[in-house]
């Protein structure tokens, strides 16, 4: 199982309308493109000394790597760009692949 892990930061001043526009929105899409078996969001704990805003997780996993480059190639532009044009400025995040062991 492959595990699609999506860590970002967001500014305090957005930081209740992304938490809600994740879980009513974005979250939602990702998963109707049926490539996904399950997701979790997870608010991270630990911060940088001199870290600013809110972290958190989003966790996706799916069947193989096969199904989340097929989501890369078909899905994944689109549902960043609704992101992105909606908090511009306002996050910093990166991706990271996980395989279960």
Not at 65 to 73: G, N, P, S, V
């Amino acid at each position: 199982m492959i595990i699609y892990n999506v860590t970002v930061n967001v500014e305090d001043e957005i930081h209740m309308d992304w938490i809600g526009w994740m879980k009513e929105v974005h979250i939602p899409e990702v998963m109707d493109t049926g490539f996904f078996l399950e997701h979790k969001i997870a608010k991270v704990l630990t911060t940088q000394e001199d870290e600013t805003g809110h972290t958190y997780a989003i966790q996706y996993s799916c069947n193989s790597m096969d199904d989340l480059e097929e989501y890369q190639q078909k899905c994944a532009a689109k549902l960043q760009d609704d992101h992105t044009n909606r908090y511009k400025g306002k996050f910093v995040a990166f991706r990271t692949l996980l395989e279960v062991v």
